[in-house]
C-alpha cells in the first residue's frame, strides 16, 4: 500500500542553514526539497500566494506530489481548483476537508485526509523512537493509501529522513 511521508511545507527559514546550500537561490528550493522527498503537504497561504503553481511541476521529478491544504476562506475556492487544476495528477489529495464542505470534491479526483480514501496522521516534533514511528506507520499504511504528514515550526528533518528509511526498510510502498 502506498505511504506518503510529507512535511507541511519545503521553505521553511530554519531549513535554509542545515538543509539547503547557502548558494542555493529560494526559487530552487522544491526542486532540491524533492531530490530528497517525494512529497509535501502545500499550506493554503503558500498556493494562493503562488504566481504560477504550473512551475511546480516544472521543478520536480515526475512522481513527485502535492497535498493542498483547503482554504479556510470561502473566496478562495475557485483559486484552490485552479491550483489544482494546474498541478493535474501531481495533487495526491486534499488536507483539512470538513464533511460540510464538498465543492471540491465535484472537480478534483483526489481523496482527502483523514477519510475511509486516504488515512491520516500527524507526526509532530522531534525524531521519534523508531519502533513507536514503525508501529504509526504499518497501522497507517494498513489496506488503503495514506498520508503521515509532519509538523512543526519546522517539521524535523531527522524525524522524516528517519521514516523515509524506514519505510524502505518495511517495504511499505511511496
Request: overall charge negative; hydrophobic content about 50%; some cysteine.
Amino acid at each position: 500500500m502506498t505511504l506518503y511521508l510529507a512535511p507541511y511545507g519545503w521553505d521553511h527559514p530554519e531549513w535554509a542553514a542545515g538543509f539547503y546550500p547557502d548558494d542555493l537561490p529560494p526559487a530552487w528550493r522544491l526542486a532540491y526539497f524533492f531530490n530528497e522527498f517525494e512529497a509535501v503537504a502545500v499550506p493554503a497561504s503558500v498556493w494562493d500566494g503562488a504566481p504560477d503553481v504550473t512551475a511546480w511541476c516544472e521543478d520536480s521529478p515526475p512522481g513527485r506530489r502535492f497535498f493542498l491544504e483547503l482554504p479556510a476562506a470561502e473566496g478562495a475556492r475557485e483559486r484552490f481548483l485552479a491550483a489544482a487544476e494546474r498541478l493535474g495528477e501531481r495533487v495526491a489529495g486534499v488536507l483539512g476537508a470538513p464533511a460540510d464542505q464538498p465543492w471540491w470534491r465535484e472537480r478534483l479526483p483526489v481523496p482527502c485526509a483523514g477519510t475511509a480514501a486516504l488515512g491520516f496522521g500527524i507526526w509532530h516534533g522531534a525524531a521519534p523512537d523508531l519502533r513507536q514511528l514503525r508501529a504509526r506507520m504499518t497501522a497507517l499504511a494498513a489496506g488503503r493509501p495514506a498520508l503521515l504528514l509532519f509538523t512543526g515550526t519546522p517539521p524535523d528533518l531527522a524525524a522524516l529522513r528517519a521514516a523515509c528509511t524506514l519505510r524502505q526498510l518495511l517495504g511499505i510502498g511511496g
